[in-house]
């Protein structure tokens, strides 16, 4: 038992937690996955027992049991849904560390998670050199790429079989290599200068804003200038959850040191970003550094300062009891809506899972929403289940993230909005593709997107 119990450490350490699970089956009926596969191996309690028994020794890791770990988004609806809070999502996490540990990791993955995610230049390179070379990009590299949930899905693609025709490998390559802009977030910035009040804010610039969607960063800069920010750009890395997600800590602890000694100066200032999921983990940093083998009492005290620092750009939004841009029934736009169409009335809003089970902001984003004059805010049937995103899941198991996704782009038709809000860039890639392959004209946009047009 010790052996076992060595062997999978991660596990040993959550066992307590483990055993809180009930196997009552509740968690069914909010698991995106066990809605989609009907597999009990999908759901939490599955996942539970299975860790469980690992621990005993009753199992071992292997590629055909490997889907109860990675066959999870990580959402934390179960964890919502459970009576006793078992903190599931803990335990998949935990699952996928040893299994790194215990079965090695992917080469192409290292290489990303301690190569390119500590220097913002040293990856926009790749993506760079990727998106102008196209068709002869190895096919591993745009696949690797992906677990940043930056592409979404495109309908009929699933893992890519070393037996597949090259001709369909870079059909799908050139797909994704389409979707990147010719100039990143942190190329525009420096072109056009950052002003401000009094106020000081740092942006953390996230890989997918940076590299995928500029403009909603220049939105974002945009509503903190309005809300009175001065704005700093500093030179941060990927904030780490992609490794951390994908069961490698220490890339992901690495990661965090070098973010928390970029932030050092400045200890007044906010840390503002426009991805809920950096946000998210942003502010887990003491929690994420306490892992394996702790840091010095003196870089934990320099962790929970940062992470004190931490702000989701939807939480600025609100000013005391009520948001920025209330002014009344009477109200009109603080100026033209610019590259928000103004035919768009008919609002709904999608709950990234970092902006609501793991931050709670939820109800902040729907004021800011609702709030804004001329605005029909429309509550769309399960806004907070999972999109199918969630970075690596989208990578190693396609189909069934595009059944997840399908769920909700039916439910974004069916409120009858014409536009889709959200506050994370996986979200709002894997959003975007979902539409245009249900040839809809609804529009998915962020919300710094809209709320710039209603500051002064």
């Given at each position: 038992m010790v052996e076992v119990e060595r062997k999978y450490r991660e596990l040993a350490e959550l066992s307590a937690e483990i055993s809180r699970c009930g196997r009552c089956g509740f968690c069914q009926s909010v698991c995106p996955v066990y809605h989609v596969s009907s597999f009990e191996g999908s759901v939490a309690r599955g996942r539970n027992m299975y860790a469980r028994e690992l621990i005993l020794g009753h199992i071992d890791l292997s590629r055909e049991n490997d889907a109860f770990f990675s066959e999870c988004l990580l959402c934390r609806a179960c964890v919502d849904m459970c009576f006793s809070a078992v903190k599931t999502d803990e335990i998949v996490l935990a699952g996928r560390r040893a299994s790194g540990r215990v079965r090695g990791m992917s080469p192409v993955y290292t290489y990303i998670f301690n190569d390119l995610l500590p220097d913002h230049q040293k990856l926009g390179r790749v993506v760079r050199l990727a998106a102008s070379t196209r068709r002869i990009v190895p096919?591993?590299?745009?696949?690797?790429?992906?677990?940043?949930?930056?592409?979404?899905l495109v309908r009929g693609t699933h893992r890519v079989a070393p037996s597949e025709p090259a001709e369909t490998k870079l059909e799908r390559a050139d797909q994704f290599l389409r979707e990147i802009p010719k100039t990143f977030l942190r190329e525009r910035l420096a072109q056009r200068g950052l002003t401000g009040g009094t106020k000081q804010a740092a942006f953390f610039v996230g890989c997918g804003t940076n590299f995928m969607f500029p403009h909603v960063g220049e939105a974002s800069i945009d509503v903190l200038e309005k809300l009175g920010y001065q704005v700093t750009v500093l030179e941060n890395g990927c904030c780490g959850l992609p490794a951390f997600a994908h069961g490698a800590l220490e890339a992901a602890q690495r990661l965090a040191i070098k973010n928390i000694a970029a932030f050092s100066d400045g200890r007044d200032s906010l840390i503002v970003t426009d991805c809920s999921s950096c946000a998210s983990f942003l502010k887990d940093y003491p929690k994420l550094l306490l892992m394996g083998n702790p840091p010095d009492k003196a870089v934990l005290l320099e962790a929970e300062a940062f992470s004190a620092r931490v702000r989701d750009i939807t939480e600025l939004l609100k000013d005391g009891?009520?948001?920025?841009?209330?002014?009344?029934?009477?109200?009109?736009?603080?100026?033209?809506?610019?590259?928000?169409?103004?035919?768009?009335?008919r609002v709904t809003f999608h709950d990234p899972c970092h902006l609501s089970r793991h931050q709670k902001l939820q109800?902040?984003?729907?004021?800011?929403?609702r709030s804004l004059p001329s605005?029909?805010?429309?509550?769309?049937?399960?806004?907070?289940?999972?999109?199918?995103?969630?970075?690596?899941?989208?990578?190693?198991?396609?189909?069934?993230?595009?059944?997840?996704?399908?769920?909700?782009?039916?439910?974004?038709?069916?409120s009858g909005a014409d536009t889709i809000v959200t506050t994370c860039p996986a979200c709002l890639m894997q959003i975007r593709s979902g539409l245009k392959q249900r040839?809809?004209?609804i529009r998915a946009?962020?919300?710094?997107?809209?709320t710039r047009n209603y500051l002064a």
């Amino acid at each position: 038992m010790v052996e076992v119990e060595r062997k999978y450490r991660e596990l040993a350490e959550l066992s307590a937690e483990i055993s809180r699970c009930g196997r009552c089956g509740f968690c069914q009926s909010v698991c995106p996955v066990y809605h989609v596969s009907s597999f009990e191996g999908s759901v939490a309690r599955g996942r539970n027992m299975y860790a469980r028994e690992l621990i005993l020794g009753h199992i071992d890791l292997s590629r055909e049991n490997d889907a109860f770990f990675s066959e999870c988004l990580l959402c934390r609806a179960c964890v919502d849904m459970c009576f006793s809070a078992v903190k599931t999502d803990e335990i998949v996490l935990a699952g996928r560390r040893a299994s790194g540990r215990v079965r090695g990791m992917s080469p192409v993955y290292t290489y990303i998670f301690n190569d390119l995610l500590p220097d913002h230049q040293k990856l926009g390179r790749v993506v760079r050199l990727a998106a102008s070379t196209r068709r002869i990009v190895p096919i591993q590299v745009i696949h690797a790429l992906r677990i940043f949930g930056w592409t979404g899905l495109v309908r009929g693609t699933h893992r890519v079989a070393p037996s597949e025709p090259a001709e369909t490998k870079l059909e799908r390559a050139d797909q994704f290599l389409r979707e990147i802009p010719k100039t990143f977030l942190r190329e525009r910035l420096a072109q056009r200068g950052l002003t401000g009040g009094t106020k000081q804010a740092a942006f953390f610039v996230g890989c997918g804003t940076n590299f995928m969607f500029p403009h909603v960063g220049e939105a974002s800069i945009d509503v903190l200038e309005k809300l009175g920010y001065q704005v700093t750009v500093l030179e941060n890395g990927c904030c780490g959850l992609p490794a951390f997600a994908h069961g490698a800590l220490e890339a992901a602890q690495r990661l965090a040191i070098k973010n928390i000694a970029a932030f050092s100066d400045g200890r007044d200032s906010l840390i503002v970003t426009d991805c809920s999921s950096c946000a998210s983990f942003l502010k887990d940093y003491p929690k994420l550094l306490l892992m394996g083998n702790p840091p010095d009492k003196a870089v934990l005290l320099e962790a929970e300062a940062f992470s004190a620092r931490v702000r989701d750009i939807t939480e600025l939004l609100k000013d005391g009891d009520r948001p920025h841009f209330f002014h009344g029934e009477t109200a009109r736009p603080a100026k033209k809506m610019g590259a928000v169409p103004i035919s768009l009335r008919r609002v709904t809003f999608h709950d990234p899972c970092h902006l609501s089970r793991h931050q709670k902001l939820q109800a902040v984003a729907r004021e800011a929403l609702r709030s804004l004059p001329s605005i029909d805010f429309i509550e769309m049937k399960e806004a907070d289940w999972c999109c199918g995103g969630a970075g690596s899941f989208a990578v190693e198991h396609p189909d069934l993230s595009l059944k997840i996704l399908d769920r909700k782009i039916q439910n974004i038709i069916s409120s009858g909005a014409d536009t889709i809000v959200t506050t994370c860039p996986a979200c709002l890639m894997q959003i975007r593709s979902g539409l245009k392959q249900r040839g809809s004209t609804i529009r998915a946009l962020h919300l710094a997107e809209i709320t710039r047009n209603y500051l002064a």
